[in-house]
């Protein structure tokens, strides 16, 4: 047995060759690394709890709170007590850490909110763009193998920023916790002013947020939102993917990954450490490095032996880091290597190169970019003042991270005078009879042919 071996750390982070092969954009993004769970592979079972929800409400939610929580539930609204009793609690350098993380996240959040629009299209012909805030948010903050409370602040704050009006946060009970969420969970909510807080995890959270759940013997209703927010396993993803069409969702955030450009000028423990910290997230986590450099890859991968060995989540990272979903993409240089992060779309993505300002201004698809050896991925999970619910999975091509336009819509407002909508009439009338529907030029001529 040697030495790799010995310490439990992985010895095959897998290599993917792309170096003297221009593959076309539809097999360069069939040959990302991905996750062997896939949504296909959850959508019968979470299918099955929103019908469950749907049809028994909490009765429902308590046997599967037995069933995968394993706690007894009867009615999973948190205590105003407990959540007063867990801020007062809370280690002051976790509060102190949780406020500096608000403070900074607000600051940016108040910034994202866009203006109102109002332009005079001619004389009398006004149209205006009025955002507004929906009237109700449910916010899912997981649980299973780390506890967040930066979550909460991540979902929360934009919220409040966009001016909603009744939010609702959710995440597991835990056994250890007497069926409440973790006591840090709570702090974090009680310090942002949420009082509505509920002991429910993964699908049947978003079942209950997206078609509420009627008030009965069992206690008080859970109102149905507009929206639901937050991340989670590919369950929870999954049933955001569900009930879309219900409510809006922010993005089908799933299992956390991180995807790192990097050239020769790059540090191997930073690069190391950095795929280190998102694959303790969970054993599908995805870690992926991109370089033209074998140099620095063969450096990171003897980094990731000393680092493996020695972090607390040993176990965990391994497998994350063994996985078909991680490893080493070998590209010809920097400019295919930034087709190949445009290809994988990462959650994260880290430019560790000699000019990475310039290079992170060219990425189209990510969720968040982090510039330089002194941004990393952990200083966006708590205190970098951005979002870290992210899209994953490759949605990042279409799908943006949490922020405040997620918590408005945007309605357009006509006004017209007279002399406004006749200058158009007719062309309204023109239009209208080249699609064969003559009644709604009708509607603008009836408004001159009466005196």
């Known amino acids: ?46 299918e099955a709890i929103i019908k469950d929800v749907r049809v028994r409400g909490f009765e429902a939610l308590g046997e599967l709170a037995a069933r995968f929580d394993g706690v007894a539930q009867e009615h999973p609204l948190v205590p105003a007590g407990a959540l007063d009793e867990a801020l007062e609690s809370l280690d002051p350098a976790v509060r102190a850490g949780l406020e500096e993380s608000i403070a900074r ?26 955002w507004v805030p ?15 409370p930066s979550s909460v602040v991540m979902n929360v704050v934009p919220a409040q920023a966009a001016g909603v009006g009744s939010l609702a946060l959710a995440s597991p009970p835990q056994k250890e916790f007497g069926g409440l969420p973790h006591p840090t969970i709570l702090a974090a909510a009680r310090l942002l002013g949420i009082d509505e807080v509920y002991a429910i995890g993964g699908a049947q959270a978003v079942a209950a947020f997206a078609y509420g759940i009627p008030a009965g013997e069992a206690g008080p209703a859970l109102e149905p939102v507009d929206v639901v927010t937050g991340p989670g396993n590919v369950y929870v993803a999954t049933a955001k993917r569900l009930v879309k069409s219900v409510v809006g969702i922010d993005a089908e955030a799933g299992t956390t990954e991180i995807a790192i450009l990097a050239d020769d000028s790059a540090v191997p423990a930073y690069v190391a450490a950095d795929l280190v910290s998102q694959a303790e997230h969970d054993p599908h986590a995805a ?36 996985g078909p979903q991680s490893g080493v993409i070998l590209v010809d240089d920097l400019e295919q290597g930034l087709q190949v992060c445009d290809a994988y779309a990462a959650e994260h993505l880290e430019i560790q190169t000699a000019n990475a300002a310039e290079l992170a201004g060219r990425v189209r698809n990510a969720g968040a970019v982090f510039v330089g050896d002194y941004s990393p991925v952990s200083l966006g999970d708590y205190c970098a003042g951005s979002n870290h619910v992210l899209p994953t999975s490759g949605t990042a091509t279409f799908a943006s991270g949490l922020n405040v336009t997620t918590f ?26 080249a699609e064969d529907l003559p009644a709604h030029g009708d509607a603008v001529s009836v408004r001159f042919s009466q005196g």
């Not at 439990?8 to 954009?25: A, E, K, N, Y």
């Not at 940016?108 to 001619?122: H, R, Y």
């Open 134 to 148: 929906v009237a109700r948010v449910g916010l899912y903050v997981p649980g299973g193998l780390a506890v967040y």
């Open 287 to 322: 870690s992926v490095l991109i370089t033209p450099s074998v140099a620095l890859a063969d450096a990171v991968r003897a980094e990731l032996v000393r680092q493996v060995a020695a972090t607390k989540h040993t176990d965990r990272v391994r497998q994350a880091l063994s």
């Open 1 to 46: 047995m040697n030495a790799e071996t010995a310490a439990g750390i992985p010895v095959d982070f897998p290599t993917l060759d792309l170096r003297g092969r221009h593959p076309g954009p539809a097999e360069l993004k069939a040959a990302m690394p991905r996750a062997e769970t896939t949504f296909d592979v959850a959508t019968g079972a979470v």
């Open 105 to 130: 996240a607000r600051a940016f959040a108040a910034a994202q909110k866009p203006a109102d629009a109002a332009v005079e299209i001619a004389a009398g012909a006004v149209v205006r763009h009025k």
């Open 408 to 433: 408005l819509r945007a309605i357009q407002v006509v006004d017209y005078s007279r002399e406004a909508l006749a200058e158009v009439s007719g062309h309204i009338v023109a239009l209208s009879r």
